[in-house]
């Protein structure tokens, strides 16, 4: 079945530090893809999305691309802020399962330190 | 505003005893969706609806049942919980149609099973 693999964590960073945090994923088909970001005390809110190979998504400094060759959507941020310090999922949606679902990854805890 | 509600945000219970969470959402997305999330594991999918009157298992429905009688609510009840229901709780709503359609999700609900 589908699965996500994300970089375990945490991760802790000085703020203005460039921040990579690894994704991986095994699917059939063409799966869309996602980071979705979760500050504390609340829901998780989407942070940016890809929906086919070589796709580029981007939000708020935050960028991922949609590495079919390698299975990866790797997030990136060139220069890091404390207001980012959140936990963040990866996540695909099966083409298969027609969207009924989002698999998610174990989510990795990122601290910005002034 | 568009927003997932959930109900309690805090529960403590004891072993056995009958409970509800509400979800309430007002968006008219047919899709709603129930995940736990536990360190470690990630979000886990529970039980999920496509419709008023749809719905099925994810991948931990074991313990805990759903109803979809209205397009807008989808409670989650744990008829006898047990200590290995303690987690925190959430339940999201999105539009059906397209798989990269986002998640909207609520606040969370962080229940204590004794």
Not at chain 1, 78 to 84: E, H
């Given at each position: 079945g589908d699965s996500v693999t994300?970089?375990?964590?945490?991760?802790t960073l000085s703020e203005e530090a460039f921040?990579?945090?690894n994704?991986?994923?095994?699917?059939?088909?063409?799966?869309?893809l996602f980071w979705y970001v979760q500050y504390p005390g609340e829901g998780l809110q989407l942070l940016l999305k890809a929906t086919?190979?070589?796709?580029?998504?981007?939000?708020?400094?935050f960028e991922a691309t949609y590495r079919k060759e390698t299975t990866s959507f790797h997030l990136e941020k060139?220069?890091?802020?404390?207001?980012?310090s959140?936990?963040?999922?990866?996540?695909?949606?099966?083409w298969k399962t027609s969207g009924s679902r989002l698999?998610?990854?174990e989510g990795t805890q990122l601290t910005v330190n002034p | 505003e568009a927003q997932v509600t959930q109900n309690p945000r805090y529960l403590i219970t004891v072993t056995g005893k009958k409970l509800t969470v509400t979800c309430s959402q007002n968006m008219n997305h047919e899709y709603m969706s129930w995940y736990r999330q536990d360190p470690g594991l990630g979000l886990r999918q529970i039980y999920y609806s496509m419709n008023v009157e749809v719905t099925d298992k994810g991948d931990v429905p074991e313990g805990y049942k759903v109803s979809r009688k209205e397009k807008r609510n989808f409670p989650l009840?744990?008829?006898?919980?047990?200590p290995n229901q303690t987690s925190l709780y959430f339940c999201a709503s999105r539009a059906t149609g397209l798989t990269n359609e986002k998640l909207f999700f609520g606040s969370g609900t962080q229940l204590s099973v004794l």
């Open positions: 994300q970089m375990e964590g945490p991760v921040l990579t945090i994704c991986t994923y095994t699917a059939t088909g063409y799966p869309s086919k190979a070589d796709d580029k998504g981007s939000n708020k400094g060139g220069s890091v802020q404390v207001s980012d959140a936990v963040y999922f990866c996540a695909l949606s099966g698999t998610f990854g | 009840i744990l008829e006898s919980p047990s």
